[in-house]
Nanobody
Framework: EVQLVESGGGLVQAGGSLTLSCAASGLGLDDFAIGWFRQAPGKERVGIGCVSSGDGTPYYTGSVEGRFTISRDSAKNLVTLEIHKLSPEDTAVYYC????????????????????????WGQGTQVTVSS
């Protein structure tokens, strides 16, 4: 059974940085793409980016501004999301999700990358940024 558990959320001050972790079990990260998503209060869930299965190439969607870094540690079955220069607009529940054999994990419309379908989801971790 695939299980994904996010951690690392909390209350942080604007301007700071945060690293979220996604611990995976029941799967090998080399065979699964892992995506990061977030859902702000009253808004739809949006994709931040992902790492593809296989070579683990990271992709970032058009909704982010270069402040996010996704990294994969296959030996630890861990995928992290670093967020820099946090602002109150980053307040959201952050989710990781997995999908087998997804490479690339995004599709490109000529301008932006968009995350593809992910079927297995974690429970989310809350990030609250105070001004």
């Amino acid at each position: 059974e695939v299980q994904l558990v996010e951690s690392g959320g909390g209350l942080v001050q604007a301007g700071g940085s945060l690293t979220l972790s996604c611990a995976a079990s029941g799967l090998g990260l080399d065979d699964f793409a892992i995506g990061w998503f977030r859902q702000a209060p009253g808004k739809e869930r949006v994709g931040i980016g992902c790492v593809s299965s296989g070579d683990g190439t990271p992709y970032y969607t058009g909704s982010v501004e270069g402040r996010f870094t996704i990294s994969r540690d296959s030996a630890k079955n861990l995928v992290t999301l670093e967020i820099h220069k946090l602002s109150p607009e980053d307040t959201a529940v952050y989710y990781c999700a997995g999908e087998k054999g997804l490479s690339p994990c995004t599709y490109y419309d000529g301008t932006y990358y968009y995350t593809r379908h992910f079927g297995s989801w974690g429970q989310g971790t809350q990030v609250t940024v105070s001004s």
